[in-house]
């Protein structure tokens, strides 16, 4: 079946716009995670769902950061009044289970001018 | 909280050679451990998990790993590397509460380079 999705591949917002990453995960995946890579780093983990609940947000950098997946599938990543330190791939990952492979999508990545 | 440490940024191999990727977790009980492997422009692949039993785990593309818990360690290795293997190599350690997964914890990656 289909993978992890995400749109758009690359979003380029001026500094102070705010923008919304999408992700699809896979079909029947309960879990879902995002993630924001910098430039030269390895991943961070950012929020985790549990079907519609969020039940950790605790690596969201701030609170222009929001996420959410209302009806337990497709989520989106909001992030509001963007700034440079913001410019990354946003990485969004699905699982069957909380213990179960994590498989990620290509990423977004955002460029705030 | 718990860490990842790949002490190589860069390692350069040559085509054929035998290959070891190093980390190293900080964490207070058995960790979940992966091994994830990223080509330019693409996601994260998974290469192989560790969650319990045998200590060595294999991999997909002729991957293995072991864990060793004296070491705190989850090598990554290959014994002859061709040149497709060339990509960012990340460690990543999971840990699960009861309410569910904390996300995965990643190392800052190695990048592998596979001379000619």
């Known amino acids: 079946g289909a993978g992890v999705s995400q749109s758009p591949r690359y979003k380029v917002a001026k500094r102070g716009q705010d923008v919304a990453l999408r992700c699809d995960p896979i079909?029947?995946?309960?879990?879902l995670f995002w993630y924001q890579q910098a430039l030269g780093q390895g991943p961070e983990f950012l929020t985790y769902?549990?079907?519609?609940?969020?039940?950790?947000k605790s690596g969201l950098p701030s609170d222009r950061f929001f996420a959410e997946r209302p009806e337990g599938s497709v989520s989106t990543l909001k992030i509001q009044r963007t700034q440079q330190e913001d410019s990354a791939v946003y990485l969004c990952?699905?699982?069957?289970?909380?213990?179960?492979?994590?498989?990620f999508g290509p990423g977004t990545r955002l460029t705030v001018l | 909280a718990q860490s990842v440490t790949q002490p190589d940024i860069h390692i350069t191999v040559s085509e054929g050679a035998s290959l070891e990727l190093r980390c190293n977790y900080s964490?207070?009980?058995?960790?979940?451990l992966f091994w994830y492997v990223q080509s330019p422009g693409q996601g994260l692949q998974l290469l192989l998990k560790?969650?319990?039993?045998?200590?060595l785990v294999q991999g997909i593309k002729g991957f293995e790993a072991e864990f060793k818990r004296s070491q705190s360690s989850f090598n990554l290795r290959k014994p002859s590397v061709h040149w497709s293997d060339a990509a960012e190599y990340f460690c990543?350690?999971?840990?699960?509460?009861?309410?569910?997964?904390?996300?995965?914890?990643f190392g800052k990656g190695t990048h592998l380079i596979i001379q000619p």
């Open positions: 079909s029947g995946h309960v879990s």
């Open positions: 964490y207070g009980a058995t960790p979940y």
């Open positions: 990543a350690v999971g840990v699960y509460s009861g309410g569910g997964a904390d996300g995965l914890t």
């Open positions: 769902f549990q079907n519609e609940a969020q039940l950790d």
């Open positions: 990952a699905s699982s069957s289970g909380a213990t179960d492979t994590q498989y």
């Open positions: 560790y969650f319990s039993g045998d200590t």
